[in-house]
């Protein structure tokens, strides 16, 4: 018997992600992931360091990457649509948690419970990877504005706005320290 669960975790690369909008440069779920999960991790990193927290820096980039694995089935749906209302936001953690469902059930049995625990996430796992979200998609629209796209000119306000409102000091730390960089030009990151 064959099991489906890694072959279709290699399709991350297939879901596009901004379907609503024309990107200058296309991002598909598997580069997004691996991006939240790099951010996740310093997040984490910053709160151990910075905040007296004790994450477990290597399972949150672990969670992060896995953080939005249900679209290989339901797709990306676009923010404005799935946050629309609450009937609609219900709606669709119900088709989520079908999908991640599906998806676990392609593994063995006696794997199953590692990765059950990998989509489980604790309320401070919650907010550390939500804010690893939403900072990459405010990366995204700010280089997408920055290429002339006019296109992501009221997603970076609402992106921004979406970080502004959140509390989470090990996000405020990395905004301060190190965001200016992604909008820089390589010689200056690097020199």
């Not at 790099?38 to 992060?64: S, V, W």
């Not at 469902?101 to 059950?116: T, V």
């Not at 804010?131 to 970076?156: M, P, R, T």
């Not at 996000?171 to 390589?186: I, V």
Request: proline share 3%; net charge negative; with cysteine.
């Amino acid at each position: 018997m064959s099991f489906g669960f890694y072959a279709l975790l290699f399709r991350m690369k297939h879901i596009d992600r901004w379907a609503l909008m024309r990107c200058n440069t296309k991002e598909n779920l598997a580069e997004h992931s691996l991006e939240v999960a790099i951010i996740a991790n310093a997040l984490a990193n910053i709160g151990n360091t910075y905040f007296d927290k004790t994450y477990n820096c290597e399972d949150i980039a672990l969670k992060a990457m896995f953080h939005d694995a249900t679209e290989i089935m339901t797709g990306d749906l676009p923010t404005p649509i799935k946050y629309y209302n609450n009937d609609i936001r219900s709606a669709y953690a119900t088709v989520e948690k079908c999908a991640e469902n599906k998806l676990i059930s392609l593994l063995p049995a006696d794997m199953k419970g590692y990765y059950d625990k990998i989509f489980s996430l604790n309320d401070e796992e919650r907010i550390i990877i939500k804010a690893a979200d939403k900072l990459c998609a405010y990366i995204k629209c700010v280089n997408e504005k920055q290429s002339g796209n006019i296109e992501f000119s009221h997603a970076v306000i609402s992106t921004q706005k979406a970080l502004d409102d959140m509390t989470c000091p090990e996000l405020d730390y990395f905004r301060k320290h190190f965001l200016q960089a992604f909008f820089e030009p390589l010689d200056n990151i690097s020199l």
